[in-house]
């Protein structure tokens, strides 16, 4: 049975409890963070830190804990939890108060919860065979940049996605991909050139994505930040999508159509080689 945390305490999972009025669950009025763990450490800890930080501030969320204090727990969890790879869950909200869509008086205490997940990572079988994934319609509300609880549409698509035999969906605005449902997509043109939506309130800045494109560019990568449509995608010599629940994922097929060879491409392998290398050499 896992160890976890609750609002400043470990407990066993069977007995932890937050309240029916908090508002993560009455209104999705919370944020949360997923850090990557290798060998028994924190991979990209402070990246994670400094989004859930921007977020809380996005959304008027005050912050309970310190770097430190956050870093303590994340490492107090795996070691109770004898975590060597997985993931660390963290979710804050603007925590309890009786049902009401106005905020609560300011000095209404969060609510703070984070959690284990035992997960192969390095040696996933996905990432040897490649994914296939669909494109959907991009439903979601207009603020993708802040990495908010409420993923009713993500989990939608990615239930259509399972429906029609693929791993996942790509989400499309005005004909252009903006990205996974819980990760950032890429094509690899013909030419080697690495193409990734450009940052904004349309996608999500991923970590992992500011790790791999800047281990793009130590190899010499071209890589070019602007959106690409669902056509281009036919074209590409390959693609792959990111996350730090899945490095860098080749997808080797999406709407049914092959992608390039219909395999696991060179650059997609390479990437996930050198940021797998680069976060166990970095990882806390």
């Known amino acids: 049975m896992r160890t976890v945390f609750v609002n400043g305490k470990y407990v066993p999972e069977d007995e932890a409890s937050i309240s029916i009025f908090d508002r993560g669950f009455l209104f999705a009025d919370g944020v949360y963070e997923v850090t990557s763990v290798l060998d028994g450490r924190l991979v990209d800890f402070d990246g994670h830190f400094t989004r859930l930080r921007r977020s809380l501030g996005e959304l008027e969320m005050k912050m309970e804990m310190s770097r430190n204090e956050l870093l303590a727990m994340h490492r107090a969890l795996v070691e109770k939890n004898n975590l060597e790879e997985g993931l660390v869950y963290l979710q804050v909200t603007r925590g309890a108060a009786d049902r009401d869509f106005a905020f ?93 939506r450009d940052l904004s309130h349309e996608i999500l800045s991923g970590i992992t994505r500011k790790s791999v494109l800047e281990c793009a560019k130590k190899l010499q990568m071209k890589v070019e930040e602007r959106p690409f449509s669902v056509e281009e995608i036919a074209d590409a010599a390959e693609a792959f999508t990111t996350a730090a629940t899945i490095f860098v994922m080749p997808v080797i097929e999406v709407d049914g159509k092959a992608v390039g060879e219909g395999k696991p491409g060179p650059v997609a392998k390479k990437l996930r080689e050198i940021y797998i290398k680069q976060s166990l050499d970095n990882a806390i």
């Not at 439903?139 to 429906?163: F, N």
């Open 104 to 196: 609560p008086p300011e000095d209404t205490p969060g609510t703070i919860i984070a959690f284990t997940q035992d997960k192969t990572l390095i040696d996933a079988p996905s990432a040897k065979e490649g994914i296939k994934v669909i494109t959907l319609e991009d439903l979601r509300w207009g603020r993708c940049d802040i990495k908010t609880v409420q993923l009713l549409y993500p989990s939608l698509a990615s239930m259509e996605a399972r429906k029609q035999g693929a791993k996942g969906a790509w989400l499309v605005r005005d004909g252009m991909v903006t990205e996974g449902t819980a990760n950032n997509a890429y094509i690899v043109t013909k030419e080697g050139v690495i193409v990734t």
